[in-house]
Nanobody, 124 residues
Framework: QVQPVESGGGLVQAGGSLRLSCAAS????????MGWFRQAPGKEREFVAA????????YVADSVKGRFTISRDNAKNTMYLQMNSLKPEDTAVYYC?????????????????WGQGTQVTVSS
């Protein structure tokens, strides 16, 4: 059983940066794809970014492309989301998810395990 745990959320001013981390225990980390999703109040959960097991393939939502970067360090069993040039509309709870296969996907239903979420608030 893979259990992702997010960290790194917080309050930041517009234009600032944050780095989210997601640590995952369980199976060999490099054998499963990882992803980030977010959900703002009153809105549907949306895809943010995903990375394959090896880290060689990444997907990033158009809404954050050029500002957010997803990466992973398999030696540390950790995935990251570097968020730059943050905007108030990035305010949401950010969830880390693990998929029990190496292939990345942008579809939430394809992921098998989810973290509890970490709050990111961007003030204007």
């Amino acid at each position: 059983q893979v259990q992702p745990v997010e960290s790194g959320g917080g309050l930041v001013q517009a234009g600032g940066s944050l780095r989210l981390s997601c640590a995952a225990s369980g199976r060999t980390f490099s054998t499963y794809a990882m992803g980030w999703f977010r959900q703002a109040p009153g809105k549907e959960r949306e895809f943010v970014a995903a990375v394959s097991g090896s880290g060689g393939t990444t997907y990033v939502a158009d809404s954050v492309k050029g500002r957010f970067t997803i990466s992973r360090d398999n030696a540390k069993n950790t995935m990251y989301l570097q968020m730059n040039s943050l905007k108030p509309e990035d305010t949401a709870v950010y969830y880390c998810a693990a998929r029990l296969t190496y292939r990345a996907t942008m579809t939430a239903e394809d992921f098998d395990s989810w973290g509890q979420g970490t709050q990111v608030t961007v003030s204007s």
